[in-house]
């Protein structure tokens, strides 16, 4: 009698595409008032995931006029990806209100680290923001320091510099999927004695 084969592996179904998350990809690359609006009609979508997409899009038009609606789901938001996708979009708008949410993320230790980390990236063209930046240097979270560095660095920010030093003297702490502190610590030191924009 012959052994029994083992059953072959079944191959993984691909997911399939969703029509709703390409539409409003190309409404965030189209642009224009009625993409716009339809982005905005998507925040109310009970699906988070499109709900992100939507945000990511208006981020990408980057349009003042969504800034309003994206500082409330940053504040008030109750799922973390949100008020994370929030701060993204946020980030690529140009005006006082955008930055002054941002900045007010980043200091509170009572949001998730990753919505604080995405703040503190996306300050990086925000001078008025490095006092912040450079508190972020001392947070408890990874994250938040190795954004910080990142900002710090690319803004030129020569202020920062012993900050820094100290930072990558010291911080061998890793963020998942990039490097450790002290690595972005020291990129970014290196950024600034380049000194492209101070």
């Known amino acids: 009698m012959r052994p029994k084969q083992p059953a072959k592996p079944k ?24 993409a716009r609006r339809q982005l905005n009609a998507a925040l109310d979508y009970p699906d988070a995931a ?10 990408v038009i980057g349009d003042g ?17 949100i ?52 508190a972020g240097l001392r947070d408890a979270s990874r994250e938040v320091r190795f954004w910080s560095a990142y900002a ?12 820094l030093r100290r930072l990558a003297a010291r911080d061998r702490t890793r963020v998942p999927g990039w490097w450790s502190v002290a690595r972005e610590a020291k990129s970014a030191i290196t950024t600034i004695e380049r000194g492209w924009f101070a």
Do not use: C
Request: charged fraction near 30%; charge should be positive; glycine fraction near 6%.
């Open 11 to 34: 191959k993984p179904k691909k997911p399939k595409p969703d029509p709703a998350a390409h539409a409003i990809w190309a409404l965030g690359r189209i642009g224009g008032r009625d």
């Open 50 to 59: 499109l709900r992100g997409e939507a945000i990511r899009a208006l981020g």
């Open 65 to 81: 006029r969504t800034t309003s609606r994206l500082i409330k789901l940053l504040r008030s938001d109750p799922d973390p990806d």
């Open 83 to 134: 008020r994370f996708w929030a701060a993204y979009a946020l980030g690529n708008i140009d005006g006082k209100r955008a930055t002054t949410a941002l900045r007010e993320v980043l200091a509170n230790r009572a949001e998730k680290p990753s919505v604080r980390a995405m703040a503190a990236e996306q300050l990086v063209f925000s001078r008025e923001a490095i006092p912040d930046l450079v």
């Open 152 to 163: 710090l660095g690319e803004m030129r920010a020569d202020v920062a510099l012993p900050a």
